[in-house]
């Protein structure tokens, strides 16, 4: 079941301690989906589609922007560490 959430980006913005009190966050749920129709879990490009499908679901009721880019590969280097650690706004 999908569920998206608004307001999180002011109740608790990028970099703060603690969460800020009086922003309000709103859920909202989606309908369930049945990602079987994909293909088996052992296979990646079913567990790819099953995820696109989720994503664009909580986009739906969110309407935050979509990613499209997941499980960036591995970094080689100390420096692509700490850059893939960083919020994709400070990059």
Do not use: C, W
């Not at 301690?17 to 129709?37: C, H, N, Q, W």
């Not at 986009?59 to 919020?87: C, D, F, K, M, W």
């Amino acid at each position: 079941m999908p569920v998206g959430l608004i307001g999180t980006n002011e109740a608790m913005p990028v970099g703060a301690r603690f969460p800020r009190l009086r922003p309000r966050v709103t859920v909202k749920f989606g309908t369930p989906i049945d990602v079987s129709a994909h293909g088996p879990a052992s296979s990646g490009r079913a567990r790819r589609q099953a995820t696109d499908e989720i994503m664009a679901a909580i986009h739906a009721l969110s309407g935050q922007e979509l990613a499209n880019a997941y499980n960036e590969v591995p970094a080689a280097t100390p420096i692509e560490r700490i850059r893939q650690a960083l919020p994709h706004e400070r990059r």
